[in-house]
């Protein structure tokens, strides 16, 4: 596609439930990014894949927390039991590796109930 | 991972330039510096990347002193649209590390 795109755009569920958030990056880029953002905060960062493995993992907050992209390709960020805390918007960026930006999608604004 | 402070908040007027400074005083040999511009509900968009001395696209001036502690990232006579939150990265580029965003400056454009 022409840029990131994730999907959906809005997500409202319940404390306790699993969610899945999509990302698919921009055609050949080899590096993907999992921030999630507060009101009023900077992006935080979560995870970052090369290819198919993630080369950072470190800002995962807990084990309820997971993403794969197991074709390189598109990434899905999987949260178990989900907690109040957890509403937030979840940005998806991707990059290619030779370049000096990255491209972030709309985002999915998670609100937990 | 080098550290970066901005001022909170800036407002301007219209057709003013606008100058905002980031101190990155532990910035390391290998990193460059990058601004994203970010507008309410969506994702950050890249402005302006350095490495030392001044770049400039159609959009914004990058300065960067010789000691490279600082940089100015400069907007030539803003207008309403350029009301956002800017923020100041340093480390390697996009596609070889992660890159952490401090809280940014919200700056504000009057008419």
């Known amino acids: 596609g022409a840029g990131v795109s994730q999907t959906p755009s809005n997500k409202v569920t319940e404390k306790g439930k699993y969610v899945e958030l999509r990302c698919d990056p921009i055609?050949?880029?080899?590096?993907l990014y999992w921030y999630r953002q507060s009101l009023g905060q900077g992006p935080e960062f979560l995870i970052y894949?090369?290819?198919?493995?993630?080369?950072?993992d470190s800002g995962l907050p807990n084990d309820r927390f997971f993403a794969v992209r197991p074709e390189g390709s598109v990434s899905t960020l999987k949260i178990q039991r989900t907690e109040r805390g957890d509403s937030a918007m979840y940005l998806c960026?991707?990059?290619?590796?030779?370049?000096?930006?990255?491209?972030f999608g709309q985002g999915t604004r998670l609100t937990v109930v | 991972l080098a550290k970066t402070t901005q001022p909170i908040s800036m407002d301007s007027y219209e057709g003013q330039e606008v100058n905002i400074t980031c101190s990155h005083n532990?910035?390391?040999?290998?990193?460059?510096i990058t601004w994203y511009q970010q507008f309410p509900s969506q994702g950050p968009r890249f402005i302006i990347q350095?490495?030392?001395t001044k770049v400039k696209n159609e959009v914004a001036s990058l300065f960067i002193p010789a000691d490279r502690k600082s940089s100015t990232l400069s907007l030539p006579r803003v207008s309403l649209s350029d009301t956002a939150v800017y923020y100041c990265?340093?480390?390697?580029?996009?596609?070889?590390?992660?890159?952490?965003f401090g809280t940014g400056t919200r700056l504000t454009i009057i008419p």
């Open positions: 894949f090369q290819g198919t493995g993630a080369a950072d």
């Open positions: 960026a991707s990059s290619s590796q030779e370049g000096t930006e990255a491209f």
């Open positions: 532990n910035i390391a040999t290998n990193d460059y």
């Open positions: 055609s050949g880029h080899t590096a």
């Open positions: 350095g490495y030392k």
């Open positions: 990265l340093v480390g390697a580029s996009f596609g070889n590390e992660k890159l952490t």
